[in-house]
């Protein structure tokens, strides 16, 4: 275990942002530490701090807090009737973790209890990855706190009846089609003589290109790919044609070769 101090362990999370690792910290130290660890992730709203110890006993004491605490803003914010978007997710584990320990505790209902709390967890989850989250992970088009909260409701009503949560709703992704070419600065074609060369070549009449009438163009233009052999046996002309042209005792380079050859002859 590597022992920090707590300005260098400040230092360290802002390169640790792989995550992968665990921290046991006194309270304000804490504090201070998750406050960074969110902020460097886009929002403070989603991480939990858990405060651990035990009782003489030796009974494990809990204690959970969403690790932004009260978040006084927004709460004025809300009684000045204004619209707020606060991301709760802290604040929901924090209270799940409360209830699992709490059914620990005092095991009566500890199963009912659990699978609620699952339930809640997968929910509040599911519903940022399918972009369903408050503004500061979704964007503009994220939810209000209430309408979040609505969400959420309405899913773990799905599974209080069915047992599973909704499946998640997942979109066809949309092809990108690019802009036409001609609404670039630098489009000069002269569109009078592209559409005379297309008549050209549309044999018919038709208003479109057969493959046919295509490979004629790109033959008669001098584009048309060539077959492998084809391009062999072009290779080797031009192999031979150096050889008949390079001066005796001169450098000569082949298209086809990578490594240059003398003439000794």
């Known amino acids: 275990m590597q022992h920090l101090i707590s300005d260098a362990a400040t230092m360290q999370i802002i390169r640790w942002t792989d995550g992968g690792f665990g921290m046991a910290c006194h309270n304000y130290d804490g504090d201070m530490l998750t406050d960074e660890v969110a902020q460097v992730h886009r929002s403070p709203g989603f991480i939990t701090s858990n405060l651990v110890?035990?009782?003489e006993d030796g009974a494990l004491i809990k204690e959970y807090e969403a690790s932004h605490g009260t978040v006084a803003d927004l709460w004025h914010a809300h009684l000045r009737g204004e619209e707020t978007s606060m991301n709760p997710l802290g604040m929901v584990v924090a209270l799940l973790g409360a209830m699992e320990h709490a059914a620990t505790l005092q095991p009566d209902c500890k199963d009912a209890v659990f699978a609620y709390t699952e339930a809640c967890r997968l929910a509040v989850y599911q519903a940022f990855r399918d972009?369903?989250?408050t503004r500061d992970m979704a964007g503009p088009k994220g939810l209000t706190t209430e309408s979040f909260v609505a969400t959420i409701a309405d899913d773990l009503?799905?599974?209080?009846?069915?047992?599973?949560?909704?499946?998640?709703k997942i979109e066809e992704e949309k092809e990108t089609v690019a802009p036409p070419r001609?609404?670039?600065r630098n489009y000069d074609?002269?569109?009078e003589r592209i559409k005379a060369l297309f008549a050209k070549y549309d044999t018919n009449g038709d208003g479109s290109i057969s493959l046919d009438e295509f490979v004629d163009m790109t033959m008669e233009l001098g584009i048309a790919p060539l077959s492998p052999q084809a391009v062999s046996s072009e290779e080797e002309r031009e192999k031979n044609k150096t050889d008949r042209e390079a001066p005796k005792g001169k450098l000569r380079n082949w298209s086809s070769i990578d490594l240059p050859r003398f003439d000794l002859s």
Request: glycine share 16%; hydrophobic share 20%; aromatic share 8%.
């Open 53 to 55: 110890g035990k009782r």
């Open 131 to 133: 972009g369903r989250g």
């Open 157 to 168: 009503q799905v599974w209080s009846t069915s047992g599973s949560l909704p499946q998640p």
């Open 182 to 184: 001609k609404f670039r």
């Open 189 to 191: 074609v002269d569109e």
